[in-house]
């Protein structure tokens, strides 16, 4: 298939801004609008960009790990956000937070862990199913 | 706490996701984590009998606010049930799953069953009862179409559009609910319900949980796609899915009708009892019709469901207590049957009662495995299957229910009658090509299995007192939902 020069060079730049987006919304998340849900869509469509101007194989180059890791990993950082309160003596989910905010991020407690595990979960799910059926069709 | 038995299939999920490359690992772990969640199960059912219903607030968001995990008797018996038929279909997968749909991830997908099962029988309020059918309906969709064999697709399609549209009923009563009453925490809904004023909308809502939970758990007339699916997968699949599926969906209608519209439920009883009978008597009658040892078994499910929404239906503690003892036994009895029909097709190659043949002669301890729980489901002495249904028999004369009792001992003959019809034709008759074939060997993980779970099967009947004990005890938390409320809730009327 033809590829479009304009699609990939756009390509080229808009993956690494949404990309920084995406990390926004994750930490804006909690109080505001955002979250790891959203930050990871805005993450996966950023890599699928790629992916569809450049080529699928391009982007599995890019990945540093497979999908179903990122989905283990995220699914695991999310199980310990909820069972770290748990070591504490309080239910299972207990928000636990950091007394000072930290510079940039802002606060920083067990929310936040549990969203980027949504975060990694949602990217990974969404390149585990697209590089799937790209490379199937590419066979 | 009282998360554990969720936690752990979740756990072990996500472990099993890690070590995708390496089936060996695989198994190791869900060796383990079956055993650890057996564990977990048990300890939190004594935990129950000791201190009576547990609740636990996720986050720390005190209930009606927040979600809550409540685990009481009923809970915990099914939580255990699960638990025991989860550990032995570990077991059975260690020989009875092919290196194929390993390698597609049969073991995280089995665990994320186990999580949806176990988070359902643990929720707390409508919602996440409903996000844990969802979780437990997604990896029983991938499960059943794993491997994608033509009819596994045609099986796997009817399941997926019917549980697609129970699920679809079920959200609009939850939402409907939510609209009338402007809470799902079970406890605080049982409190408002009975003050609402008598309308329309509670009977609206109960009758489309009925329909919603009927098409789950495969009710008279809404049966039809679990004899059309069942049979598609491997065995191992469909006697997890026949052990645990269905009965979350019954489980599901005992709690929603004895805690939330139990006040409601003058054309409850009649209408739950003729369901009943109908799902006996075409279950049984078409296992008849069948000349395949899965689809047989599959009919004999929903025959077996009739009985399980007659103790719903005939609404006394004592009909509960039944129904709950049933629940045990069948959930034990029909896995063991499933996994035996899994058994004689590893030897001889077919599911098609009318080319077997001759087992008995050729393989004595497998005849005497397929005995132990047929006999049981067809409700012979001492196994368990007698005595639930001689339970459930006196708790229908004590109602002088008499019709509903007497379809019920009818469709127990016919029960004997089509696992009469099974030995004959495995187990009894000569095979046509006599010895043509020899026997293939069968893994020594899926006899284990079998043998494990035909004994706990064997000694729930020998065991039927404490049993029914325990089972009346949890009947009678069901039937007075004060109890559970002030659980929740706390004091507070």
């Not at chain 2, 048990?42 to 809550?68: K, T, Y």
């Not at chain 2, 002495?381 to 001992?409: E, M, Q, T």
Request: glycine content about 10%.
């Amino acid at each position: 298939m033809k590829r479009s020069i304009l699609l990939a060079t756009a390509a080229r730049y808009l993956m690494p801004l949404m990309l920084i987006f995406s990390v926004f919304l994750l930490l804006r998340g909690h109080n505001e609008i955002g979250g790891g849900f959203v930050g990871g869509l805005v993450a996966a469509s950023a890599l699928m960009l790629y992916g569809i101007a450049i080529s699928p194989a391009a982007l599995r180059t890019l990945l540093p790990v497979e999908p179903r890791l990122l989905v283990g990993l995220g699914l695991l950082a999310a199980l310990t956000s909820g069972l770290l309160p748990v070591l504490t003596g309080r239910p299972f989910l207990t928000g636990l937070w950091l007394k000072t905010p930290l510079p940039v991020i802002g606060k920083v407690g067990t929310p936040l862990l549990f969203d980027t595990g949504v975060y990694f979960v949602v990217v990974g799910v969404v390149m585990w199913i697209l590089l799937s059926l790209a490379e199937e069709e590419a066979k | 706490m009282i998360a554990l038995p969720l936690l752990l299939p979740l756990g072990f999920a996500i472990l099993n996701v890690l070590a995708w490359k390496s089936p060996r690992a695989q198994r190791v772990l869900t060796l383990v984590g079956a055993a650890l969640q057996t564990g977990a199960a048990f300890w939190l059912l004594g935990r129950v009998r000791a201190e009576g219903i547990l609740h636990l607030p996720i986050g720390n968001w005190p209930a009606p606010f927040g979600i809550v995990l409540t685990a009481d008797l009923f809970s915990a018996i099914m939580l255990a049930v699960s638990a025991v038929v989860g550990l032995a279909a570990a077991l059975y997968s260690q020989g009875g799953m092919d290196e194929r749909r390993v390698r597609y991830g049969y073991y995280p997908l089995f665990f994320f069953l186990l999580t949806g099962v176990n988070g359902a029988f643990l929720a707390g309020d409508l919602f996440n009862l409903y996000v844990w059918f969802e979780v437990m309906l997604m990896a029983s969709f991938v499960l059943i179409a794993l491997g994608g064999e033509r009819p596994q697709v045609e099986g796997a399609i009817k399941y997926v559009i019917l549980n697609l549209l129970a699920s679809t009923l079920f959200l609009s009563a939850v939402g409907l609910l939510y609209n009338l009453c402007g809470t799902l925490n079970l406890a605080d809904l049982a409190r408002r319900i009975p003050a609402l004023e008598a309308g329309g909308e509670v009977t609206l809502i109960a009758v489309l949980f009925l329909v919603a939970f009927g098409i789950k758990s495969a009710i008279f007339p809404l049966f039809f796609w679990l004899p059309a699916s069942y049979h598609t997968p491997p065995v191992t699949i469909t006697a997890l899915f026949s052990g645990l599926l269905t009965k979350v969906g019954v489980y599901a209608l005992y709690r929603v009708f004895t805690l939330l519209f139990a006040s409601d439920a003058a054309y409850l009883p009649t209408l739950l009892l003729v369901l009943a009978g109908f799902t006996m008597t075409t279950g049984v009658l078409g296992a008849a019709a069948q000349m395949d040892f899965r689809r047989l078994l599959s009919f004999h499910i929903v025959s077996q469901i009739g009985y399980l929404l007659m103790g719903l239906g005939l609404f006394s503690p004592a009909a509960l207590a039944a129904g709950i003892y049933f629940m045990v036994h069948v959930i034990l009895a029909k896995t063991a049957l499933f996994f035996v029909a899994g058994i004689v097709r590893q030897t001889e190659g077919s599911y098609n009662l009318k080319e077997l043949g001759s087992l008995y002669a050729r393989r004595p301890g497998l005849a005497l495995l397929f005995l132990l729980p047929a006999l049981s489901l067809a409700g012979l002495p001492p196994l368990s299957g007698f005595f639930a249904k001689l339970a459930l028999v006196l708790a229908g004369f004590d109602l002088r229910s008499y019709a509903i009792v007497g379809v019920g001992l009818g469709v127990s003959l016919l029960t004997l009658y089509s696992m009469t019809k099974v030995w004959n034709e495995v187990f009894w008759k000569e095979r046509k090509e006599a010895g043509a074939a020899p026997l293939r060997p069968v893994s020594a993980w899926m006899w284990a299995a079998t043998l494990g779970l035909a004994a706990v099967s064997v000694a729930a009947g020998l065991l039927a007192g404490p049993l029914l004990d325990l089972s009346a005890q949890a009947a009678a938390q069901l039937a007075d939902p004060s109890l559970y409320i002030q659980a929740v809730l706390g004091g507070a009327p």
